[in-house]
């Protein structure tokens, strides 16, 4: 009896032109067949932004970790524009 776990990506979407939704499943199958499957899902923004004081601070978001094709989308949708625009919206939320 073989046991084996492996992770799927089947879903990757870019959101608001700067969040990527990612969904990754958990397969555990035995003798090649599936027995069980569940999925966990995250979101990543380019970056982490929070206020030291008066001044915006914004901390790149550290794909390394992320499946090279997550990285890929991340990288093509996150142009200079794009992550100027994302600064802008954070900024105006704050009230």
């Known amino acids: 009896m073989a046991i084996t776990k492996s992770i799927e990506i089947p879903k990757i979407e870019v959101v608001n032109t700067w969040s990527i939704q990612v969904a990754t499943d958990t397969v555990i199958k035995e003798d090649g067949k599936e027995i069980s499957r ?4 995250h979101c990543l923004e ?4 929070g206020k030291n004081g008066d001044t915006w601070v914004h901390t790149a978001t550290d794909i390394s970790g992320e499946d090279a094709s997550v990285q890929a989308i991340a990288n093509a949708a996150w142009t200079d524009t ?7 919206f954070v900024e105006s939320r704050e009230g």
């Open 38 to 41: 569940s999925r966990h899902r």
């Open 46 to 49: 380019p970056f982490t932004s």
């Open 82 to 88: 794009v992550k100027a625009n994302y600064k802008t």
